[in-house]
């Protein structure tokens, strides 16, 4: 199944656990309309190297509410990388972390950024 819709999402910068490490800490909450209508909080973890245009984040983020009208709770677990301006992005459910009526789901989320600024999700799943 395919749900799509749009998301806004605000970060908010965190001490680092180790000020020496370079890593960057935020916590994010986000606000998801369309087939999913649900808040999601989270944390991220994050780099940005010396080169432009190169940095890392990773991210783990539980969200709660209706997917094409089933309730429950999930994680996404994130994993992004931008090399020298190129970016990947990978954004899944974690096995087993489904509740109430979205036990069992499983899929990938991508995340979609326009030219204004605004969020977009595409978000392919299946459950049993």
């Keep these: 199944m395919q749900a799509t819709g749009t998301f806004t999402v605000k970060l908010e910068p ?4 180790h000020a020496d490490s370079g890593l960057g800490r935020m916590g994010l909450a986000k606000q998801f309309s369309g087939d999913l209508v649900a808040h ?3 944390e991220m973890l994050s780099y940005r190297s010396a080169v432009d245009g190169s940095a890392g984040y990773v991210a783990m983020e539980r969200v709660v509410g209706t997917l094409h009208g089933r309730q429950g709770s999930f994680v996404l677990q994130h994993s992004g990388t931008m090399d020298r301006g190129a970016p990947a992005l ?3 459910v974690v096995p087993d972390s489904g509740t109430d009526e979205l036990a069992g789901l499983a899929g990938t989320l991508a995340i ?3 030219a204004q600024g605004g969020h977009s999700y595409t978000f392919d799943y299946r459950l049993p």
């Design 112 to 114: 979609h950024i326009d």
């Design 90 to 92: 990978a954004v899944g």
């Design 14 to 17: 965190q001490p680092p656990t």
């Design 40 to 42: 999601g909080l989270g």
